[in-house]
T-cell receptor
């Protein structure tokens, strides 16, 4: 069935370091891969996304890469800051409708 | 544009009762999806409505149901509440057809005692 695996579950980095979160999906029909950031007590916020016809997308300090063959996509955050501390979720969807399948989440902690 | 709104924000119910949650999407968005968020299970898809029709359904029991109105506002209903239904219920709206992007509301925190 549809499944998204996300690793690691927790990640602690020093301010200024890079952070990488990895996800693997199972549904070959998946064609859109968003990443959400959820701060404590707040709603998930869309921070970046990628379509299946693109291999990489960058927005300032964050970037996402997609390997369709391996069914693998990753979030890269460079020059991390304490305000990047949050839980990050990857997700996948296909063109059959608005059914996002989420990974388990990664709790990122950026230490000053 | 105003964001996705959900009411009520907090709710306390007793086992066996039923509850109705409401979601108003971003103006112009015709797709509304509902998700359940719990510490143990993470974010799980409940169902999606598009133009008043249920288009996708997750693996939840029939006690969970929903509907969408002609103005795209959506409601979800949970009947015969169980302790395990305690969760944050999030809805997200999308302008499906123009974009896959889904934007979440603040959620309704449901506590079942």
């Amino acid at each position: 069935g549809e499944n998204v695996e996300q690793h690691p579950s927790t990640l602690s980095v020093q301010e200024g370091d890079s952070a990488v979160i990895k996800c693997t999906y199972s549904d070959s029909a998946s064609n859109y891969f968003p990443w959400y950031k959820q701060e404590l007590g707040k709603r998930p916020q869309l921070i970046i996304d990628i379509r299946s016809n693109v291999g990489e997308k960058k927005d300032q300090r964050i970037a996402v890469t997609l390997n369709k063959t391996a069914k693998h996509f990753s979030l890269h955050i460079t020059e991390t800051q304490p305000e990047d501390s949050a839980v990050y979720f990857c997700a996948a969807i296909n063109n059959q409708g608005g059914k996002l399948i989420f990974g388990q989440g990664t709790e990122l902690s950026v230490k000053p | 544009k105003a964001g996705v709104t959900q009411t009520p924000r907090y709710l306390i119910k007793t086992r066996g009762q039923q509850v109705t949650l409401s979601c108003s999407p971003i103006s112009g968005h015709r797709s509304v999806s509902w998700y359940q968020q719990t510490p143990g299970q993470g974010l799980q898809f409940l169902f999606e409505y598009f133009s008043e029709t249920q288009r996708n359904k997750g693996n939840f029991p029939g006690r969970f149901s929903g509907r969408q109105f002609s103005n795209s506002r959506s409601e979800m209903n949970v009947s015969t509440l169980e302790l395990g239904d305690s969760a944050l219920y999030l809805c997200a709206s999308s302008s499906w057809g123009l974009s896959y992007e889904q934007y979440f509301g603040p959620g309704t925190r449901l506590t079942v005692t």
